[in-house]
């Protein structure tokens, strides 16, 4: 196997810190600054750079690409409105079709109104708890976003990033068990507006579990919200709650809505989501129909093409290959599993320590996939899209193997030279 040249990529890379703030989106892009891949364009579950090197993207823009890059239906769909215009000042009747279709699909879902990131429609979820209770704190378990509020219960020290402490003091960690919560109202003696947890980071993914935090907030008189941005239409069609076979009061959306258009939602309970109309949630873009025929397209597809099922297979025999890659090749340490269902499998020399990624042969792993064409992030979990096929899981299981052989080598040698 031949080593990509990054020639193209990496004068960019160079240029990109004269005009665009620290060099990069803030997206934690790019994966290895040695490999600055600048994306040129996609199809299926394969992206190429700006030099011409071809991947096999196991990334999918951090989950949002379910179905695959450039997908016809989905596309036609965003073209046709756009020929009519997307944005205006009053609703699109569109809005109404792609609402139906998550009331249909979603368990808790009554009442839906749309935002357009992830980080959006966890605040105003948080914010919604916060106005039906009339209560503030609110218990958390997972990654929900960028804003304030959450950052400062993930342990950003007072005045560090600009993150202001105030807003994230009555957000808590619960630890993601009904007993962790239980555990939690017991000590701090306040009444919670709302229990928010990503399905995703949220162990044992049980039903026993998820119906027992649920419980444990409504003694209480909070609220419960799950955070399905990343397993909304991955897990199940439903989302996590659909698998579990419990409600929560609220959910957030987002990820894999729209095939990569930029969109969100908030769903839930009639009774509790017809209060969005006292909370201040409106911003310019909230009426945008782009993205919102995306989703609608996404969404019949996704149903009609059993998608699920089909991320659940390839999910599972790259989890089944990477397994048996490492037996080779004597490799103890690393470990695939379902990070919680086949369609994210998670790959990491730190099985069950969250996104750590600083052992020396889980970088050195990584950053050789991306020089020999397979786009696999070191600190997340992966994805797959309904584009790959057992074939695509097979050559990025070539590439493995390859990349494996070096990184064994390679560790071997630094183990030998410690010991020495
Ligand atoms: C569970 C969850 N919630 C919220 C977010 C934030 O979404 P966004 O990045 O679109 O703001 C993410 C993003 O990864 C997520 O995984």
Redesign the pocket.
């Known amino acids: 196997m031949k080593a990509y040249s990054f020639r193209q990529s990496k004068k960019l890379w160079r240029e990109a810190s004269e005009w665009i703030a620290g060099g990069t989106q803030g997206t934690r892009q790019p994966l290895y600054p040695e490999y600055p891949t600048y994306f040129a364009r996609a199809k299926g579950c394969r992206m190429w750079d700006v030099d011409d090197n071809e991947f096999i993207d196991l990334l999918c823009s951090?989950?949002p690409i379910i179905l695959g890059y450039a997908y016809k239906r989905v596309d036609d769909a965003a073209v046709a409105i756009i020929r009519d215009s997307f944005q205006s000042s009053s609703n699109h009747p569109i809005q109404l079709e792609l609402a139906r279709l998550l009331v249909e699909m979603v368990p808790c879902a009554e009442r839906v109104r749309f935002l357009k990131?992830?980080?959006?429609?966890?605040l105003a979820a948080a914010r919604l708890a916060r106005c039906v209770t009339g209560r503030v704190p609110i218990a958390r378990h997972?990654?929900?976003?960028?804003a304030d509020i959450w950052k400062h219960a993930e342990g950003f020290p007072e005045g560090q990033g600009g993150v202001h402490q105030a807003a994230g003091e009555v957000v808590h960690q619960f630890g993601g068990t009904a007993e962790g919560l239980e555990q939690l109202f017991k000590k701090s003696r306040q009444k919670f507006a709302a229990v928010i947890l990503?399905p995703?980071?949220t162990r044992p993914f049980t039903p026993e579990n998820y119906q027992g935090i649920i419980d444990v907030a409504h003694q209480h008189g909070a609220l419960v919200i799950f955070?399905?941005?990343?397993?909304g239409f991955r897990v199940a069609l439903g989302g996590a709650q659909e698998l579990l076979g419990v409600t929560p009061d609220l959910t957030?959306l987002?990820?894999g809505m729209a095939n990569g258009y930029p969109l969100?939602a908030i769903v839930g309970k009639a009774a509790y989501m017809e209060r969005m109309s006292e909370t201040p949630t409106a911003g310019t873009f909230s009426v945008e129909a782009l993205s919102i025929a995306a989703a609608v397209a996404t969404l019949k597809e996704l149903k009609e093409k059993r998608v699920v099922d089909h991320l659940f297979k390839v999910g599972q025999r790259l989890i089944d290959g990477l397994n048996s890659i490492c037996l080779n090749h004597d490799m103890e340490e690393p470990k695939a599993y379902p990070a919680p269902v086949p369609s994210m499998p998670r790959f990491t020399w730190h099985p069950n320590e969250g996104n750590r990624c600083d052992h020396p042969a889980h970088q050195h792993f990584f950053s050789q996939c991306l020089r020999y064409g397979l786009f696999f992030c070191p600190w997340h979990v992966a994805f797959v899209n309904y584009s790959h096929k057992n074939r695509d899981i097979d050559e990025c299981l070539e590439i493995c193997d390859f990349v494996m052989g070096k990184t064994r080598r390679t560790w071997k040698r630094s183990r030998v030279q410690r010991m020495s």
Do not use: P
């Open positions: 951090i989950g990131t992830g980080t959006e429609a966890t997972g990654y929900h976003g960028w990503c995703a980071d955070d399905e941005v990343k397993t957030t987002s990820k969100s």
